[in-house]
C-alpha cells in the first residue's frame, strides 16, 4: 500500500486546512487510516483515525472539536478538515493505514500502523 499525503500549507492561526491521503497499490482500501504529526524537536503524536466504516473514530485531546476526519471509500482517500488552527498545529502530518481494523485502544498507537506516507508541512502562524 502506498500513501499520498497533500493539502499542507502556511496559515495564520485561527484558519482553517484540509489535508488529503490516498492509499494506493490494492483494490480494497485500508480497514484503518489515521493521522499523525511531527513537530520540531518533538516525537510523532497521534491526531486521529478512523475505521473504514466510520463507525469508530478517535481523536487526540488537542484537536477534538477543531479537527474533523472523513473517508471516500470508493477513492481509499482519508481527509482531515483542521478549523481554528493554532500555532502549536504546526508539524509535519503524517498519514498511516492498516489492514486491521483497530479498536479505541489501539487507535493511537503508531506501532499499529505499517504504511506511513511522505508527510506534508502545516504551519501556523500567531
Known amino acids: 500500500v502506498q500513501l499520498q499525503a497533500s493539502g499542507g500549507g502556511w496559515v495564520q492561526a485561527g484558519g482553517s486546512l484540509r489535508l488529503s491521503c490516498a492509499a494506493s497499490g490494492r483494490t480494497s482500501g485500508p480497514s484503518t487510516m489515521a493521522w499523525f504529526r511531527q513537530a520540531p524537536g518533538k516525537e510523532r503524536e497521534f491526531v486521529t483515525a478512523?475505521?473504514?466504516?466510520?463507525?469508530?473514530?478517535l481523536y487526540s485531546d488537542s484537536v477534538r472539536g477543531r479537527f474533523t476526519i472523513s473517508r471516500d471509500n470508493t477513492k481509499n482517500t482519508i481527509f482531515l478538515q483542521m478549523n481554528r488552527l493554532k500555532p502549536e498545529d504546526t508539524a509535519v502530518y503524517y498519514c498511516?493505514?492498516?489492514?486491521?481494523?483497530?479498536?479505541?485502544?489501539?487507535?493511537?498507537?503508531?506501532?499499529?500502523?505499517?504504511?506511513w506516507g511522505q508527510g506534508t508541512q502545516v504551519t501556523v502562524s500567531s
Open positions: 498511516s493505514a492498516t489492514d486491521s481494523g483497530l479498536i479505541l485502544s489501539s487507535m493511537s498507537s503508531s506501532s499499529r500502523y505499517p504504511y
Open positions: 478512523t475505521r473504514r466504516s466510520g463507525s469508530t473514530t
